[in-house]
């Protein structure tokens, strides 16, 4: 079993900054691509960046120069800063892992998502 946990979603006005932190657990070999996805009400789950292990980043193009991704590969930790918020940054945030088990399957694994709201 795999969990993923996040963290540090809230509330926070426009122009604000925000960051979040998403632990894996469980029974893990190895990590390849982290990353964070959000979905707003209505919308469609999208991309807001990926981190292979390696240190290669992805952003959508909505949050291009205001939000970074890291990752601590050792503590198997990714973490998203996002600065400049805008009213429409406010959706569910959920983090995603590919991971490799012990018994050496891999599979894609999610969090239970984190709540962001930015006020205008």
């Known amino acids: 079993q795999v969990q993923l946990v996040e963290s540090g979603g809230g509330l926070v006005q426009a122009g604000g900054s925000l960051r979040l932190s998403c632990a894996a657990s469980?029974?893990?070999?190895?990590?390849?691509?982290m990353g964070w996805y959000r979905q707003a009400p209505g919308k469609q789950r999208e991309l807001v960046a990926t981190?292979?292990?390696?240190?290669?980043?992805n952003y959508g193009d909505s949050v291009k120069g205001r939000f970074t991704i890291s990752r601590d590969n050792a503590k198997n930790l990714v973490y998203l800063q996002m600065n400049s918020l805008k009213p429409e940054d406010t959706a569910d945030y959920y983090c995603?892992?590919?991971?490799?088990?012990?018994?050496?399957?891999?599979?894609?694994?999610w969090g239970q998502g984190t709540q962001v709201t930015v006020s205008s």
């Open positions: 995603n892992a590919r991971v490799t088990t012990l018994i050496f399957r891999t599979g894609d694994y």
């Open positions: 469980g029974r893990i070999f190895s990590i390849n691509v």
């Open positions: 981190i292979s292990n390696g240190g290669s980043t």
